[in-house]
């Protein structure tokens, strides 16, 4: 799936702002999910496909999808699609 050719965006971890940190902490250990933190994933998510990296059938309709994306559960069938093409942003 990858070209090579640009390195893949930021990783949620290595973050500075300090506030994807704990929006993802909060989803991967299960907590409710605010209307903000799903936006704030919404960006992130976004960030992390922009890059040329990705590559396949299915990258457009994902970055498509994360506009779609409104609560925990559509973040977490995006993420399962994502993997399915082998992206794991978390």
């Known amino acids: 799936m990858s070209s090579g050719r640009q390195a893949i965006p930021g990783y949620w971890m290595n ?3 300090g506030e994807l940190r ?3 902490e909060n ?3 299960g907590g409710h999910m605010t ?4 936006a ?3 960006v992130y998510l976004r960030l992390w ?4 990296h990705w590559r396949g059938p299915m990258i457009d309709p994902l970055r498509t999808q994360i506009d779609h994306i409104v609560d925990r559960d559509d973040i977490e ?3 399962d699609r994502a993997m399915n093409e082998g992206i794991d942003p978390l």
Do not use: G, K, N
């Open 77 to 79: 069938r995006w993420l």
């Open 22 to 24: 704990p929006v993802i």
């Open 27 to 29: 989803y991967l250990t």
């Open 35 to 38: 209307a903000r933190e799903v």
């Open 49 to 52: 496909m922009s890059s040329d």
């Open 40 to 42: 704030i994933m919404r």
């Open 15 to 17: 973050e500075t702002s």
